[in-house]
């Protein structure tokens, strides 16, 4: 089982990025799925998750209204639409597959993730 996460870069503040984690080896379409990330010298927190059929979602006070979950089932694929991107949002950023089929930030349920992919915001 593989979770392969991509599309980190390097991006100006204000700009926009759009990650992608693409599962192999299962299927997660009972699943929810989430996305954290991690700075440096600091822990790795809760950005945003998604339910299983992409009809809940749930997201970390600091990037509601700029970013967006969203799944596609059909691809195994869940995405992280992120916009208005600030240097604060500078980290690692992990996907990961829930044991539940609804969205939480507690991290403990998340059974497999990713190897991550840097986002890098510039001021």
């Known amino acids: 089982v593989q979770l392969q996460a991509s599309g980190g870069g390097l991006v100006q503040a204000g700009g926009s990025l759009r990650l992608s984690c693409a599962a192999s080896?299962?299927?997660?379409?009972?699943?929810?799925m989430g996305w954290f990330r991690q700075a440096p010298g600091k822990e790795r927190g809760f950005v945003a998750a998604?339910?299983?059929?992409?009809?809940?979602?749930t997201y970390a006070d600091s990037v509601k209204g700029r970013f967006t979950i969203s799944r596609d089932n059909a691809k195994n694929t869940v995405y992280l639409q992120m916009n208005i991107l600030k240097p604060e949002d500078t980290a690692v950023y992990y996907c990961?597959?829930?044991?539940?089929?609804?969205?939480?930030?507690?991290?403990?349920?998340?059974?497999?993730w990713g190897q991550g992919t840097l986002v890098t915001v510039s001021s």
């Open positions: 990961a597959a829930s044991t539940t089929s609804y969205p939480t930030w507690v991290r403990n349920v998340y059974r497999y």
């Open positions: 998604i339910s299983w059929n992409g009809d809940r979602t």
């Open positions: 080896g299962r299927t997660f379409s009972n699943n929810a």
